[in-house]
T-cell receptor, first 113, second 110 residues
């Protein structure tokens, strides 16, 4: 089965601090995604990538950067964290075909104080 | 603007009962859907997909698709307490991505 891992699983950050969320997949999938999930909003796409070296903006990219240094790794970076970025963040991977499902990691719960 | 609408927001059914969940896309380019299930505190996992008009059955789960109305529905018969979860509908955006709905929270009462 597809394997997507995230670290850290829980993070408490201070307002204005820098936060990096990491994601690793061992499925050799081309595509990787970062979502946030908030009550009342469902899953919202922040950034995604079609392969190493590529990053694309999703539906809510403001305040976030992404980095895809390799096929396996995809990071989400909050340069100046704000309390509004308190959320659960999910990473996912998919093989890039139009009918391909996405496999999700376990999630990272981020609290910005 | 939410491109995938799900209803109801929440649903309570007795054990052994039938649960019916609905999903509609506002994007006329959508012609297939995914259903994901997310148990509390866990990550979403793909439950079923449907790419053709009509019906698809897998065990206690049946999915319907009407491409003309951009509508899909998920029906769970003989519902079990373990079916209690958030059910997310997803539709493709055309760029190998999905729009997810806000979900239907299903509670099955023993």
């Amino acid at each position: 089965e597809a394997a997507v891992t995230q670290s850290p699983r829980n993070k408490v950050a201070v307002t204005g601090g820098k936060v990096t969320l990491s994601c690793n997949q061992t499925n050799n999938h081309n595509n990787m995604y970062w979502y946030r999930q908030d009550t009342g909003h469902g899953l919202r796409l922040i950034h995604y990538s079609y392969g190493a070296g590529s990053t694309e903006k999703g539906d809510i990219p403001d305040g976030y950067k992404a980095s895809r240094p390799s096929q396996e790794n995809f990071s989400l970076i909050l340069e100046l964290a704000t309390p509004s970025q308190t959320s659960v963040y999910f990473c996912a991977s998919g093989d890039g075909h139009n009918y391909a499902e996405q496999f999700f990691g376990p999630g990272t719960r981020l609290t910005v104080l | 603007q939410q491109k995938v609408q799900q209803s109801p927001e929440s649903l309570i059914v007795p054990e052994g009962g039938m649960a019916s969940l609905n999903c509609t896309s506002s994007d006329r380019n959508v012609d297939y859907f995914w259903w994901y299930r997310q148990h509390s505190g866990k990550s979403p996992k793909m439950l079923m997909s449907i790419f053709s008009n009509g019906e698809k059955e897998e065990g206690r789960f049946t999915v319907h698709l009407n491409k003309a109305s951009l509508h899909t529905s998920l029906h769970i018969r003989d519902s079990q307490p373990s079916d209690s979860a958030l059910y997310l509908c997803a539709a493709p955006t055309g760029y190998q991505n999905f729009y997810f709905g806000k979900g239907t929270s299903l509670t099955v009462i023993p």
